[in-house]
């Protein structure tokens, strides 16, 4: 066993991250005195008490501290001799092969250091042949770049000279500030441009974030031919309540919703607008559709000539490309009056963010807000979507053909309480092919129909519960509900008030009218009902 320190292949520096409960910290490499081992915590020395053990050890030891460091406190423990020679061999004197080892152990030792601070130095690669690395003076390097000529050696640069920075970028790199660098670049910077009425994008506002309020409002570009080629900016609506117009010149206007932002760019000789955001709803919002006195390029945040929208499908498609309901209802709003389109929610026809799209009229005087539809559906919705599609507070009648309400290939429509059936051509209610249509509320019948509830290809309609007020005694000229082909009309536990005339239910090849034994003549009519082909009327 030797009797002298052993230094073996490792480097005399280890490092930890203290986790506030942890003391001690062990280092694998030997020191000859406590005193040869530095101790850091984070980037300065240790200035707490700690001791270090194992000295003399060639396997090393530990540093304990009287306080554990804090946690997430960078530890340092690197060995750093003093650089001077202890010993001194005497002509003639003793050759003690301890005091020899000793001495070679440091020496060892020393070259370790060297070489750990040589690892974390920047250094030329040894495939290299000799070229000069020495630092220009002091004189000529204070406040200056450090950059390398041509052959590889250091030079003192004030960014325009010795390396190689263009012509164009030489602005930059002298810039005073880092805003200045980014005007000159034509970057995109955080500069807050408010408006808060109709404004005229200037060349000058390149780069900065236009911060609009107090919609609506229209923000125009002029030809872009006018602006930078490397024109860009942001638009962002801080609006709570309306949108804001953005209208480049030559290209598409667009909405701007609350809380949407968009980047708009001169693209060669036209300008561009990324598509923003959705709009991410935290409350109900309504639409309005005017058919008499709105406009499509509204945008429909308000009732009346300046804000409602003229259409259905343009309320419809807003709301399914701009906004997430992130859970909220979203409703489309008409105004009293006899509205001649159809309401049409084809299967390409979806939002994001669940939530509820309800169509609404008058729901205190449903007769005030007529859909009065010829050869069309007053309301059709086809396929299912991300939330409930609702109806209130409407009349609706066809003539020519078509149903009221139909509901078709997986949708599920909610009618919701105050609303009226007038006379259709077809029933009042159709579900169909995977479909279902729910009464959510008590409803009136003013008008006859081939048929008031009909369900049929593996469809349903719930009525249960509810309270349906006739008047006019309406006629049905098939069955007041028929049900086929495997569908369910359920309407136990209703209650009508009034009367009508035709056959009460036809029900066929396995379609099941429930009514929880109420009997045959609890549906309206004044002719009996009748099943067929495996029909149920229970």
């Given amino acids: 066993m030797p009797d002298h320190i052993v230094i073996g292949d490792i480097r005399p520096r280890i490092q930890y991250v203290a986790d506030g409960t942890q003391d001690t910290f062990t280092y694998p490499f030997p020191i000859f005195a406590a005193a040869d081992l530095k101790v850091y915590l984070g980037d300065a020395p240790a200035a707490v008490t700690f001791t270090v053990h194992g000295a003399g050890q060639s396997a090393g030891g530990d540093v304990t501290f009287d306080a554990a460091p804090a946690a997430g406190t960078r530890v340092t423990l690197v060995r750093a001799l003093a ?80 390396i190689a920075i263009s012509a164009a970028m030489t602005p930059v790199v002298q810039a005073a500030t880092a805003g200045a660098a980014r005007a000159l670049m034509g970057a995109l910077g955080n500069e807050r ?138 409703t489309i709003k008409y105004p009293d009056g006899t509205h001649t389109v159809p309401i049409v929610f084809g299967v390409a026809s979806n939002w994001v963010g669940g939530g509820q799209l309800r169509i609404e009229g008058n729901s205190a005087t449903p007769a005030n807000c007529v859909l009065s539809v010829t050869n069309a559906h007053g309301i059709e919705v086809t396929g299912a979507k ?32 105050d609303f009226e059936f007038g006379a259709c051509a077809y029933s009042h209610c159709s579900s169909q092919f995977g479909a279902s249509v729910s009464m959510d509320g008590n409803y009136r019948i003013s008008g006859g129909a081939t048929i008031h509830l009909e369900a049929d290809l593996n469809s349903s309609i719930n009525s249960a519960g509810r309270t349906v007020t006739l008047t006019n005694t309406p006629n049905f000229t098939n069955s007041f509900a028929r049900a086929l082909q495997l569908s369910l009309i359920y309407c136990a536990a209703m209650t009508f008030s009034g009367a009508a005339t035709g056959a009460r239910y036809y029900a066929g090849t396995n379609g099941v009218i429930e009514t929880q034994g109420a009997g045959a003549t609890y549906l309206p009519g004044n002719a009996a009902g009748s099943v067929a082909s495996g029909g149920q009327y229970a």
Avoid at 107 to 127: K, L
Avoid at 396 to 415: E, I, N, P, R, S
Wanted: aromatic share 8%; proline share 4%; with cysteine.
């Fill in 83 to 162: 650089i001077a020679r202890t010993t001194d061999f005497q002509e003639g004197g003793a050759f003690r092969a301890k005091t020899l080892n000793d001495e070679l152990d440091r020496q060892t030792a020393f070259i370790q250091e060297v070489g750990e601070r040589i690892e974390r130095a920047i250094v030329a690669a040894p495939t290299e042949s000799a070229a000069p690395l020495v630092l220009p003076p002091p004189a000529q390097r204070a406040n200056a770049l450090l950059g390398f000529d041509a052959a590889g050696a250091p030079v003192a640069s004030g960014g325009t000279g010795g």
């Fill in 193 to 330: 441009l408010a408006k808060s009425a109709a404004y005229t994008v200037a060349n000058g506002d390149k780069g900065k974030t236009i911060a609009c309020g107090n919609g609506p409002w229209t923000l125009t570009f002029g030809a872009a031919a006018g602006y930078d080629a490397d024109f860009a900016l942001f638009a962002v609506n801080e609006s709570a309540a309306r949108a804001i117009k953005l209208a480049p010149a030559g290209g598409a206007e667009i909405w701007l919703y609350p809380g949407q932002t968009a980047l708009v760019l001169r693209q060669n000789a036209a300008w561009r607008i990324l598509h923003p955001e959705r709009w991410r709803l935290a409350a109900g919002v309504t639409v309005h559709v005017d058919p008499a006195n709105g406009n499509n390029a509204n945008d429909g945040l308000a009732a009346g000539a300046g804000g409602a929208l003229a259409t259905f499908a343009a309320a419809r498609d807003l709301v399914c490309r701009n906004f997430d309901f992130a859970g909220q209802t979203v």
């Fill in 386 to 417: 991300s939330g409930r599609v609702a109806v209130r507070g409407l009349k609706v009648t066809t003539t020519g053909v078509g149903h009221g309400l139909l509901a078709v290939h997986g949708a599920k429509l909610f009618v919701e309480g």
